[in-house]
């Protein structure tokens, strides 16, 4: 599988942006795909998720403000991202999960290169 993320760039406070991952591949044998993040000295965060079965995840920290979804006829999964923050600075990466149904979500086994947002006061 792999998976391809744009969409990130420099936008000021109560902006938005869209990030696109397109994937390709084995995408037939993924059970989940995610929005991961990673700003510099903190640990990796997973912001979103999408299940094949239809459950979405999201972090307290985005809930009302980020929505994920995905569009199954061009293989492409969407962080569409409203109300930014400074603290929602970060490299964006996309991830696709093979693990069983009931952990697809928050189990993942392929990476994007990530996309960096950068959000500005």
């Known amino acids: 599988v792999q998976l391809v993320e744009s969409g990130g760039g420099l936008v000021q406070a109560g902006g938005s942006l869209r990030l696109s991952c397109a994937a390709s591949?084995?995408?037939?044998?993924?059970?989940?795909m995610g929005w991961y993040r990673q700003a510099p000295g903190k640990e990796r965060e997973l912001v979103a998720a999408?299940?094949?079965?239809?459950?979405?995840y999201y972090a307290d920290s985005v809930k009302g403000r980020f929505t994920i979804s995905r569009d199954n006829a061009k293989n492409t999964l969407y962080l569409q991202m409203n109300s930014l923050k400074p603290e929602d600075t970060a490299m964006y990466y996309c991830?696709?999960?093979?693990?069983?149904?009931?952990?697809?979500?928050?189990?993942?086994?392929?990476w994007g290169q990530g996309t960096q947002v950068t959000v500005f006061s």
């Open positions: 591949g084995s995408i037939f044998s993924i059970n989940a």
């Open positions: 991830a696709a999960s093979m693990a069983p149904p009931k952990v697809a979500m928050f189990e993942y086994d392929y």
């Open positions: 999408s299940s094949s079965g239809g459950s979405t």
